[in-house]
T-cell receptor, first 108, second 115 residues
Framework: GIQVEQSPPDLILQEGANSTLRCNFSDSVNNLQWFHQNPWGQLINLFYIPSGTKQNGRLSATTVATERYSLLYISSSQTTDSGVYFCAVGVWADKLIFGTGTRLQVFP | DTEVTQTPKHLVMGMTNKKSLKCEQHMGHRAMYWYKQKAKKPPELMFVYSYEKLSINESVPSRFSPECPNSSLLNLHLHALQPEDSALYLC??????????????FGPGTRLTVL
């Protein structure tokens, strides 16, 4: 089956720093989403981005489908950005496969 | 409104108990999902309902029994669970059924402990 690897696995930042999270996948996909899971377990959808670039405030994402990777950029990080970031890819029929996750901690 | 609600928030049950988890959405979405998430691991798909019919069962043990009474509701019935079934159970929904091009919206989850 398709493999979805994220890097880095852990990231520690000071408030105000910028970061780039990466998601690599092993096969062609027609769905890619980025999620943020807060410390209480709630998964929030950040981007639906099977290809191209999108921006939402301090967050932006780029997916290069032909090279099988996606990047999530976080600028001017805040403590509320802490949590786990997952990318998830879809190959067929409503099934999303989640990546390994990046755990982000932002300190004041 | 992009809200998916789940009840209860927390559940503790013994191995001989029968309990149910409930999920509700009022966004008119036609696909609903159950995921299981163990600590420090990504969510894993359990079941998908598309247009109120079970479309995907990821080889889940029969002690987990899903039910979709109508297009807004999804239940997960639990019976004779094992301690290793303790996890966060997440419900999600998406606009259409039968496709892979939809954003999934997640509920807050039910944290289940099996004693």
């Amino acid at each position: 089956g398709i493999q979805v690897e994220q890097s880095p696995p852990d990231l520690i930042l000071q408030e105000g720093a910028n970061s780039t999270l990466r998601c690599n996948f092993s096969d062609s996909v027609n769905n890619l989403q980025w999620f943020h899971q807060n410390p209480w377990g709630q998964l929030i959808n950040l981007f639906y981005i099977p290809s191209g670039t999108k921006q939402n405030g301090r967050l932006s994402a780029t997916t290069v489908a032909t090279e099988r990777y996606s990047l999530l950029y976080i600028s001017s990080s805040q403590t509320t950005d802490s949590g786990v970031y997952f990318c998830a890819v879809g190959v067929w029929a409503d099934k999303l496969i989640f990546g390994t996750g990046t755990r982000l901690q932002v300190f004041p | 409104d992009t809200e998916v609600t789940q009840t209860p928030k927390h559940l503790v049950m013994g191995m001989t108990n029968k309990k149910s988890l409930k999920c509700e959405q009022h966004m008119g979405h036609r696909a609903m999902y159950w995921y299981k998430q163990k600590a420090k691991k990504p969510p894993e798909l359990m079941f998908v309902y598309s247009y109120e019919k079970l479309s995907i069962n990821e080889s889940v043990p029969s002690r987990f029994s899903p039910e979709c009474p109508n297009s807004s509701l999804l239940n997960l019935h639990l019976h004779a669970l094992q301690p290793e079934d303790s996890a966060l159970y997440l419900c999600a929904s998406s606009q259409g059924g039968g496709g892979t091009t939809d954003t999934q919206y997640f509920g807050p989850g039910t944290r289940l402990t099996v004693l």
